[in-house]
């Protein structure tokens, strides 16, 4: 009895992941989709809550405004005039209603383009032929899969530049403290590039993230104090547009360089675009940053609630597409084919390196283990094959592989 309640004691304890026959990566992903579910529930009510009245109240005005006009003119007929204001809407919505500068300029063109290829999608200007809805599908695939590839290289330079210039802070600080040996120091970096030495030294992944915050913040201010007076918008409303342009979410409902004319317009779409490039690139880069930490905290919650994942064991020789009973097997039906295996020629009990043996004598001879062929198969899968050139295909890729490998993180 007491050998039983213990055994049911450690089954208890295990957790519910490991009942469930969950890994630690498994259980990491549902975790972080109830999180996402339950902030997208509290995201639904807070914003119900703050603007549903105001979109009543607003829809009221509107009724209450087009009632009274068509009492002050009972004359107009309500069918024509709710066909003209459908297409005022539709002309508003294309951009050639009003003293809206012409879309589809070349300025025009290429900010729609660089909407697209950016993932911003402001909605203001969209193709309206079937020519151009076509063009889009395919511009639109290569445009992104090329822009992700950029933010992706600037994300893997920009954590390198820091980790170079956090490296630089801390052995200054340590020869400040005495710690270090210079003359150590001074060999070691004659002998070791500096891509090396910053491999070996790994950043504090919440400084990089204090520092492309304060980074982004940066240049959210700056370009807020270009639009601010430019487009007439107040400074809160600068900084929201920054916020929802760098994400990439853009709404639509504040969009630059619309009007008809600026002072100093080829000045001021210049900045425009160099800002929206860095913002895009800065944003970017910390939301994979900080990605990296909320990747941490579900690690820290899977550890209070105490759910002991199921861990992948080490294969002991387990079998699969390379077992000694395929080898067998296969020796017996293809005696008569042999491999042609190089050796050196002055070694006792070696055959020259012309000469033929049979796929068994080739196993016998070199003492080859097929289960521990399988077993180094399989880890090398597990590792994801990160070598130092990087050329696996297993593993994470993208930006979570480059901040593992610039921040040090592999085993969050």
Same mark, same amino acid.
């Given at each position: 009895?007491?050998?039983?309640?213990?055994?049911?004691?450690?089954?208890?304890?295990?957790?519910?992941?490991?009942?469930?026959? /969950? #890994?630690?990566?498994?259980?990491?992903?549902?975790?972080?989709?109830?999180? @996402?579910?339950?902030?997208?529930?509290?995201? $639904?009510?807070?914003?119900?809550?703050?603007?549903?009245?105001?979109?009543?109240?607003?829809?009221?005005?509107?009724?209450?405004?087009?009632?009274?006009?068509?009492?002050?003119?009972?004359?107009?007929?309500?069918?024509?005039?709710?066909?003209?204001?459908?297409?005022?809407?539709?002309?508003?919505?294309?951009?050639?209603?009003?003293?809206?500068?012409?879309?589809?300029? !070349?300025?025009?063109?290429?900010?729609?383009?660089?909407?697209?290829? +950016?993932?911003?999608?402001?909605?203001?200007?969209?193709?309206?032929?079937?020519?151009?809805?076509?063009?889009?599908?395919?511009?639109?695939?290569?445009?992104?899969?090329?822009?992700?590839?950029?933010?992706?290289?600037?994300?893997?330079?920009?954590?390198?530049?820091?980790?170079?210039?956090?490296?630089?802070?801390?052995?200054? &600080? /340590?020869?400040?403290?005495?710690?270090?040996?210079?003359?150590?120091?001074?060999? #070691?970096?004659?002998?070791?590039?500096? &891509?090396?030495?910053?491999?070996?030294?790994?950043?504090?992944?919440?400084?990089?993230?204090?520092?492309?915050?304060?980074?982004?913040?940066?240049?959210?201010?700056? $370009?807020?104090?270009?639009?601010?007076?430019?487009?007439?918008?107040?400074? !809160?409303?600068?900084?929201?547009?920054?916020?929802?342009?760098?994400?990439?979410?853009?709404?639509?409902?504040?969009?630059? +360089?619309?009007?008809?004319?600026?002072?100093?317009?080829?000045?001021?779409?210049?900045?425009?675009?160099?800002?929206?490039?860095?913002?895009?690139?800065?944003?970017?880069?910390?939301?994979?940053?900080?990605?990296?930490?909320?990747?941490?905290? @579900?690690?820290?919650?899977?550890?209070?609630?105490?759910?002991?994942?199921?861990?992948?064991?080490?294969?002991?020789?387990?079998?699969? $597409?390379?077992?000694?009973?395929?080898?067998?097997?296969?020796?017996?039906?293809?005696?008569?084919?042999?491999?042609?295996?190089?050796?050196?020629?002055?070694?006792?009990?070696? #055959?020259?390196?012309?000469?033929?043996? +049979?796929?068994? &004598?080739?196993? =016998? $001879?070199?003492?080859?283990?097929?289960?521990?062929?399988?077993?180094?198969?399989?880890?090398?899968? =597990?590792?994801?094959?990160?070598?130092?050139?990087?050329?696996? !295909? =297993?593993?994470?890729?993208?930006?979570?592989?480059?901040?593992?490998?610039?921040?040090?993180?592999?085993?969050?």
């Amino acid at each position: 009895m007491v050998v039983l309640s213990g055994s049911m004691a450690r089954s208890g304890h295990r957790g519910c992941c490991y009942v469930l026959h /969950l #890994r630690e990566d498994n259980a990491r992903f549902i975790l972080l989709f109830v999180v @996402l579910g339950i902030y997208m529930i509290t995201g $639904a009510i807070l914003f119900m809550i703050l603007e549903q009245d105001n979109e009543v109240l607003e829809k009221q005005v509107y009724t209450d405004r087009l009632n009274s006009f068509l009492r002050a003119y009972p004359s107009i007929n309500r069918t024509d005039f709710d066909a003209i204001l459908k297409v005022h809407a539709e002309a508003e919505s294309a951009g050639f209603a009003g003293t809206k500068r012409p879309r589809w300029d !070349f300025p025009g063109s290429f900010y729609f383009v660089g909407t697209v290829v +950016s993932t911003i999608g402001f909605g203001m200007t969209t193709p309206r032929t079937v020519a151009g809805k076509i063009v889009l599908i395919f511009y639109g695939f290569f445009g992104c899969a090329g822009t992700i590839l950029f933010f992706n290289l600037f994300l893997e330079r920009i954590i390198t530049f820091l980790a170079y210039i956090l490296r630089s802070i801390h052995e200054r &600080d /340590l020869k400040r403290k005495g710690l270090t040996n210079g003359s150590n120091d001074s060999r #070691r970096g004659s002998q070791v590039s500096d &891509d090396d030495r910053l491999d070996t030294w790994k950043p504090s992944v919440y400084w990089v993230m204090l520092i492309l915050f304060l980074g982004a913040v940066i240049v959210a201010c700056c $370009a807020s104090a270009m639009y601010h007076p430019v487009e007439d918008w107040t400074y !809160f409303e600068a900084i929201y547009f920054c916020f929802v342009t760098f994400a990439t979410i853009g709404f639509g409902d504040y969009v630059v +360089s619309q009007k008809e004319s600026y002072p100093n317009v080829h000045l001021y779409r210049f900045g425009n675009f160099i800002f929206i490039v860095i913002g895009c690139c800065c944003i970017y880069s910390l939301f994979n940053v900080a990605s990296i930490v909320i990747k941490q905290l @579900l690690n820290w919650i899977i550890k209070k609630l105490n759910c002991r994942c199921r861990r992948r064991k080490k294969s002991k020789g387990r079998r699969n $597409a390379i077992t000694p009973g395929h080898i067998h097997r296969g020796s017996k039906m293809n005696k008569s084919k042999a491999v042609t295996v190089e050796c050196d020629s002055d070694s006792d009990g070696r #055959r020259n390196s012309d000469e033929m043996i +049979s796929m068994r &004598d080739f196993l =016998q $001879a070199n003492k080859i283990s097929l289960a521990m062929m399988q077993k180094q198969l399989w880890e090398t899968s =597990q590792r994801g094959m990160n070598s130092s050139n990087g050329s696996g !295909f =297993q593993g994470p890729v993208g930006p979570l592989a480059i901040l593992n490998r610039k921040l040090g993180q592999e085993e969050v």
